[in-house]
């Protein structure tokens, strides 16, 4: 079955420490995927995807097909980076399949 | 910029209400989904129409339905609801996909709803 494993509902750090939200993916084929980002008292918006090889905001995220990861990533957190982190999967077509969300917390 | 607005921020309804929840976009989207977005339980699929009054069942259809009748606009129906359709409801669009394509488009998200059932 297509499914989006998110570990950790809170994850807390400290201000300019290292960010790692987990993302595992359960897909046979070749899957798209995505983190969408939710800030407080804002929409869910896109924040990357896997296919643009971009950095956002300081983000990256590196699909790894072996062991089917695709965990978000940032060297030096930052208080604004405080949010909920959705992991998704587009295994075809227009359909995504999220994950249950990481909640960031940066501290000061 | 895509806009995706929805009817109600907050709604407080009745046991057994018929509920109607409205989303517009404003963008030409073919494709238009309904959500519900609960903690610790991310956010299932409940609808999604990919034409002008196609529909397909997401995750979570039960005790749900929706229309679309202009491209523009899609409505989520509680036909009778429950307790345990308290929750956030998002909704959201994208592009459709040309034949062939895998994978998916960027959602576009609505600001939620945020619905109360006593």
């Known amino acids: 079955a297509q499914r989006v494993t998110q570990p950790e509902k809170l994850l807390s750090v400290f201000k300019g420490a290292p960010v790692e939200l987990k993302c595992n993916y359960s897909?046979?084929?070749?899957?798209?995927l995505f983190w969408y980002v939710q800030y407080s008292r804002q929409r869910l918006q896109l924040l990357l995807r896997?296919?643009s090889r971009e950095s956002i905001k300081g983000f990256t995220a590196d699909l790894n097909k072996g062991e089917t990861s695709f965990h978000l990533k940032k060297p030096f957190a930052q208080e604004e980076d405080s949010a909920m982190y959705y992991c998704?999967?587009?295994?075809?077509?227009?359909?995504?399949?999220f994950g249950t969300g990481t909640r960031l917390k940066v501290l000061a | 910029d895509v806009k995706v607005t929805q009817s109600s921020r907050y709604l407080v309804k009745r046991t057994g209400e018929k509920v109607f929840l409205e989303c517009v976009q404003d963008?030409?989207?073919?494709?238009m989904f309904w959500y519900r977005q609960d903690p610790g339980l991310g956010l299932r699929l409940i609808y999604f129409?990919?034409?002008?009054?196609?529909?397909e069942k997401g995750d979570i259809p039960e005790g749900y339905s929706v229309s679309r009748e202009k491209k523009e606009r899609f409505s989520l129906i509680l036909e009778s609801a429950s307790t345990n359709q308290t929750s956030m409801y998002l909704c959201?669009?994208?592009?459709?996909?040309?034949?062939?394509?895998?994978?998916?488009?960027?959602?576009?998200f609505g600001p939620g709803t945020r619905l109360t059932v006593l």
């Open positions: 959201a669009s994208s592009l459709g996909l040309s034949p062939g394509t895998s994978g998916g488009n960027e959602q576009f």
């Open positions: 897909y046979s084929g070749s899957p798209e």
């Open positions: 896997h296919i």
């Open positions: 998704a999967l587009s295994p075809f077509g227009y359909k995504y399949i």
């Open positions: 963008m030409d989207h073919e494709n």
């Open positions: 129409s990919y034409d002008v009054k196609m529909k």
